[in-house]
């Protein structure tokens, strides 16, 4: 028999998956597994009894993989389950920041209930027109599952598309459309395009990179997305670059004081991967990870 603990609430549709030799406890000390999905583990005490850790995302900067390492306790990830619904999040992202929908739909709000709305929004209308993503530069910095969906799908959406990473794996060189032009410097991004969306990990060599000098190469009016993590940026830069008129609009995924209820910012609570398919497939993924390690002692991260 095996424990495990959830940390988050996590997909039944995944947890249906673990076999009857499985139960879940109360707390983490029981567990031989946790399976956790955006809550910090820094300040947790692991117990002896853990063998592995679970994460239903991508990202593991929440868990303290030095620590880890030390106990000896496998950490696993979900790559690419989650990917589809970041995708279709960053285009709505995208599209937000062009069209001043955000704007229009607040208008409507504040004048519900007057029988003549739909004369006034004749008049009003002219001051939330925006611009069309087709035939727009779009410049993806990191070609993992989710930079290369990106890519794909803007490629369908009539852009023109941009994608730099140092570090592109075969999978995603093999999936990646061939009609994206891949630079070799992330300069060739900030210099020529319109949009530009950020799909790496939160790495000491990635933390700020949208810094005031990146910031300082791009276009005028570039419109900035960041749905792969806090901290990439360097929001007050950004906040800078969008008050000096060089950012057009920033679109950030993750709530940040500096950023959150600013002019010029749409800022959205964590909600890329938060999606029924997603949460089921990372679910699936993490509880499918864990039982291969704990019956067989087999570490695959798929
Ligand atoms: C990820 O790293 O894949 C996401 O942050 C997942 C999530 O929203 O839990």
């Known amino acids: 028999m095996f424990q495990y603990y959830c940390l988050n609430p996590i997909?039944?549709?995944?947890?249906?998956?673990?076999?009857?030799?499985?139960?879940k406890t109360e707390t983490a000390e029981e567990a031989e597994g946790i399976l956790v999905r955006s809550a910090a583990m820094?300040?947790?005490?692991?117990?002896?009894?853990?063998?592995?850790?679970?994460?239903?995302?991508?990202?593991?900067?929440?868990?303290?993989?030095?620590?880890?390492?030390?106990?000896?306790?496998?950490?696993?990830?979900?790559?690419g389950a989650n990917a589809n619904g970041v995708k279709e999040l960053v285009f709505a992202g995208m599209l937000l920041a062009s069209r001043d929908i955000i704007g229009g739909?607040?208008?409507?709000?504040?004048?519900?209930?007057?029988?003549?709305?739909?004369?006034?929004?004749?008049?009003?209308?002219?001051?939330?027109?925006?611009t069309e993503i087709e035939g727009k530069k779009l410049g993806i910095i990191?070609?993992?599952?989710?930079?290369?969906?990106?890519?794909?799908?803007?490629?369908?959406?009539?852009?023109?598309?941009?994608?730099?990473?140092?570090?592109?794996?075969?999978?995603?060189?093999?999936n990646l459309s061939r009609d994206v032009k891949h630079v070799l410097n992330?300069?060739?991004?900030?210099?020529?395009?319109?949009?530009?969306?950020?799909?790496?990990?939160?790495?000491?060599?990635?933390?700020g990179m949208i810094n005031k000098e990146a910031i300082s190469k791009m276009k005028d009016g570039v419109i900035l997305l960041n749905f792969a993590r806090d901290l990439l940026a360097d929001e007050k830069d950004v906040l800078?670059?969008?008050?000096?008129?060089?950012?057009?609009k920033y679109v950030s995924d993750f709530p940040n004081p500096t950023t959150a209820g600013q002019e010029g910012c749409i800022v959205i609570p964590h909600l890329g991967a938060s999606t029924e398919e997603s949460e089921d497939n990372c679910a699936k993924m993490?509880?499918?990870?864990?039982?291969n390690y704990l019956e067989n002692g087999n570490i695959v991260n798929s």
Do not use: Q
């Open 11 to 23: 997909s039944k549709v995944g947890l249906e998956k673990f076999s009857d030799s499985y139960t």
């Open 42 to 79: 820094h300040d947790m005490e692991f117990s002896d009894k853990l063998l592995c850790v679970a994460r239903a995302g991508a990202g593991v900067n929440n868990i303290p993989l030095d620590r880890c390492a030390e106990k000896g306790i496998v950490v696993f990830n979900t790559p």
């Open 105 to 130: 739909i607040n208008w409507v709000i504040s004048d519900k209930g007057d029988e003549n709305i739909a004369k006034a929004a004749e008049k009003e209308k002219k001051k939330f027109a925006g």
């Open 142 to 174: 990191g070609l993992g599952a989710i930079g290369v969906k990106v890519a794909n799908a803007a490629k369908h959406l009539g852009m023109e598309v941009y994608g730099y990473d140092p570090y592109v794996s075969v999978d995603a060189a093999w």
């Open 186 to 207: 992330v300069e060739d991004i900030y210099e020529n395009c319109d949009i530009i969306t950020i799909h790496v990990p939160l790495l000491d060599s990635t933390k």
């Open 240 to 248: 800078e670059g969008i008050k000096a008129g060089k950012i057009r």
């Open 286 to 291: 993490a509880v499918k990870e864990m039982m």
